[in-house]
């Protein structure tokens, strides 16, 4: 009896939140190669934005700065509406509450831009995962413009 109490902790414990909800397989963002496509950055008065463009030329996940309010935006495109985004980095793995825009099929988590996630996001090593329950995440490359949008966000 107590090894099947200690089994089921340790399973809790031990889920990723990166694990697909819907049946897919668990996907390890330590072993994963990231998807091929390219980071890009872009100014405009009051914001800053990084957005990584995948081979297929469709944006997967963006990461937006709002100066004045000091807030970093983290969206990635959702097939079903849900309140989560799971973000894994090699230093911090985080849930984080989320909106589901019905109209354009995003899903968005606001943070403070002084949160130590988006450190974590500009300092991870080789990869990020960003992923949403019921589908699996997506492993991307990390990028110098992540890193210049969470600094832009500072200043």
């Known amino acids: ?8 902790l340790a ?6 939140p990166l694990t697909a909800q819907s049946g897919a397989s668990t996907v390890d963002p330590t072993s994963t190669t990231p998807l091929s496509g ?4 872009s100014a405009t ?5 990084t957005d990584f463009i995948g081979s297929d030329s469709r944006p997967q996940l963006a990461l937006k700065c709002a100066r004045a309010s000091r807030q970093v935006w983290i969206s990635k495109s959702s097939a079903v509406p849900v309140t989560q985004l799971s973000v894994w980095t090699s230093e911090m793995t985080r849930n984080l ?3 589901f825009n019905p ?19 500009a300092l991870s090593r080789a990869r990020i ?26 200043a």
């Open 1 to 8: 009896m107590r090894f099947a109490v200690l089994a089921a």
């Open 129 to 154: 995962a960003v992923g949403v329950p019921g589908a699996p995440p997506l492993v991307l490359p990390s990028s110098g413009e992540v890193t210049r949008v969470v600094e832009d966000c500072r």
């Open 11 to 16: 399973a809790l414990v031990f889920t990723s």
């Open 103 to 121: 109209s354009t099929g995003q899903v968005t988590a606001l943070l403070n831009a002084y949160d130590p996630l988006l450190d974590a996001l």
């Open 38 to 41: 390219s980071w890009t950055y």
């Open 97 to 99: 509450a989320a909106t």
């Open 45 to 49: 008065p009051g914001a800053t934005e």
